[in-house]
């Protein structure tokens, strides 16, 4: 796809700079001298990402020259939002829009910087040990890093801040530059809304331990304003959490609220259609943090939802019309790793809009949802973000008639690949993972992968799915019950196992309408996605299984995966896990060079 131009060769360097095909064609000196007009606004991650975007639509060979060279500057002048942030009265400055959150009555951004991936490390400081030195952290590059990311989103009005208390150094680190920010009068307590989240722990003790542990930290910010239970995924714990005792976990957030120290109690939940809507039905909590996306619902796809019907959708639509807030969980990772996405979705969806813009647009304009949690790691994790959030605001239906075409293209490649009855009705009518009958085998969620496979062509993302299920199978024991064995091998994060060629289905797929086909899809996920199957590139082209490109320039620094040895080891100093590289930066200053040369040739 790239091959050297000799235009360029006075530039000094050690030997050829490997050119992208679209600059060396025709078209390459309007297109440098489009991008060259932005470029000094333009960081070089952003920068990058437009080079890689521009590569693949120039790979497909859809598009005419005024289409390819109209997307050039549609990506271009995206990425300028930072530098146009920093300027009060810049030209194209932009405030993302904010909407009410529900019966909390928050004010809140149509998009959330959520605090997963931009942490210092994945342990948490309860544990002995390993657990992160506090100071060090906060004087750490991660550190630096998140200061920059909280602040770029402080100035284009995103002012939610996402945590929890099991996301390792994260809400320590939030904590410390947002207090820091106060305390130089950067900002004040009003100005931003902080959320972190508890895991309900069976025992009052521990919980209270747990809330100590954060308030430790948080009480430098003197409340949250959004308090969530984190992870309410299975019947025991909603037993355990909707307890109305006085000892309970439930009544002693009821307690803390009546003190000033939280606000506003929600949930959040990676469980089943059936225990969500049980969660909501509760009508006990102001908000809820939810996975409801267009490619699927991860662990609630392919789940009951109680009124005949699977995932969550249902389970958002009960939501808003009990007047909570919802919060979209990781749409642009659990919801389809659009920042990698295969290149029959960002062929579906693009160029007018990126898969990015598309899953956030869809969220807020087709589901009702109030807002979308962007799983920050750098600044320019928020380009195409921004990007949705101005097309949202457009008064003209333009934006409308995009987001219904692109939904309408993509249904009609599912229809395609799958046929139409199997669209209908392949995920419905079989049983969640937490029914003694699937033998704990995640079977919606297989069958949904399979789907993102097939007619989408997602093989990175349904991989990485697939082996968060392989865990608990491996640990599953035939000659325990079912109930020891979930108790066991599910946690509330990832509940559901992988598929077991030697369990009997024939009772949880009674009220399948092919149950048959039901059986091949399953096997097939599992000889696709097992950990030991590996496809060549040239393979996974040959299936439609292709890349499309990769807007990750660098990698996050806790470790994109959360491993035992990326924990540890990144920990112990024994293995560099993320941080921005040589690499990036020098690729940039190339690219950035080329691009200088090139549109000097059409102004010479």
């Known amino acids: 796809m790239f091959r050297s131009l000799s235009l360029l060769k006075e530039e000094k360097k050690p030997e050829d700079v490997p050119i992208p095909s679209f600059l060396s064609s025709h078209l390459g000196p309007r297109v440098a001298t489009i991008i060259e007009a932005y470029s000094s606004k333009i960081h070089d991650d952003s920068f990058l990402k437009i080079i890689r975007q521009l590569e693949f639509w120039h790979s497909q060979n859809t598009l005419d020259h005024e289409q390819f060279l109209a997307l050039a500057e549609r990506l271009a002048k ?46 948490p400081d309860t544990v002995p040990l390993l657990k992160p030195n506090k100071s060090k952290v906060v004087k750490s590059p991660s550190q630096q890093n998140l200061k920059d990311v909280i602040l770029n989103c402080l100035r284009v009005g995103l002012n939610h801040f996402e945590t929890a208390r099991f996301y390792g150094s994260s809400e320590l680190q939030f904590v410390d530059a947002l207090a820091q920010l106060i305390e130089e009068k950067t900002i004040k307590r009003a100005d931003f809304i902080f959320q972190t989240k508890l895991f309900p722990m069976e025992k009052k003790a521990d919980f209270v331990k ?65 225990t969500i809507m049980r969660m909501i039905n509760s009508n006990k909590f102001s908000y809820v943090n939810i996975h409801k996306h267009y490619f699927g619902d991860y662990h609630a796809a392919g789940t009951p939802d109680t009124r005949g019907g699977q995932g969550n959708g249902t389970a958002v639509k009960r939501a808003l019309e009990l007047d909570m807030g919802v919060f979209q969980i990781s749409p642009f990772d659990k919801g389809g790793k659009l920042y990698r996405p295969s290149t029959t979705v960002a062929a579906a969806i693009g160029p007018e809009l990126s898969p990015i813009a598309f899953a956030a647009l869809h969220a807020w304009k087709t589901q009702g949802m109030h807002t979308v949690s962007v799983g920050f790691a750098r600044a320019s994790d928020l380009d195409e973000v921004i990007e949705a959030a101005r097309l949202y605001t457009d008064a003209s239906g333009k934006t409308d008639a995009l987001l219904k075409a692109a939904e309408a293209k993509l249904d009609a490649i599912a229809v395609d690949k799958l046929g139409k009855e199997w669209f209908d009705k392949g995920l419905l009518n079989v049983p969640s993972f937490y029914t003694e009958s699937s033998d704990g085998m995640a079977i919606g969620h297989m069958l949904w992968l399979h789907n993102c496979l097939s007619a989408y062509g997602m093989y990175e993302f349904a991989k990485d799915r697939y082996g968060m299920l392989e865990g608990p199978s491996v640990k599953w024991k035939k000659g325990k019950t079912y109930e020891e064995n979930r108790k066991k091998c599910f946690n509330a994060g990832n509940p559901g196992r992988s598929y077991d060629p030697t369990v009997d289905l024939t009772q949880a797929l009674k009220d399948h309408y092919n149950p048959e086909l039901v059986q091949k899809k399953l096997a097939e996920c599992h000889e696709w996605l097992n950990k030991d199957t590996k496809f060549t590139d040239e393979e996974r082209a040959q299936r439609g299984w292709s890349q499309a490109y990769n807007l990750t320039t660098w990698g996050e620094y806790p470790g994109e995966i959360v491993s035992v040895s990326n924990v540890l080891l990144g920990r112990m100093g024994l293995r560099d896990i993320g941080g921005p590289t040589e690499h990036a930066a020098q690729e940039s200053q190339q690219m950035r060079g080329i691009v200088r040369r090139l549109s000097s040739v059409t102004t010479s």
């Open 78 to 123: 995206i990425a300028t939002w930072r530098e146009n942030a920093h300027e009060s009265l810049g030209e194209g400055k932009f405030t993302v829009p904010k909407v009410r959150f529900g019966r909390t009555e928050v004010q809140i951004p149509i998009i959330t910087c959520g605090g997963m991936r931009v942490q210092d490390t994945w342990i």
């Open 210 to 274: 747990q809330w100590d542990a954060t308030w430790s930290n948080v009480s430098r910010l003197e409340y949250i304003d959004l308090f969530s239970f984190h992870c309410v995924s299975d019947d025991d714990q909603i037993d355990n959490l909707l307890n109305e005792t006085e000892d309970g976990i439930y009544q002693f957030a009821l307690d803390l609220q009546k003190e000033g120290r939280i606000k506003h109690i929600g949930f959040s939940t990676h469980g089943s259609a059936e």
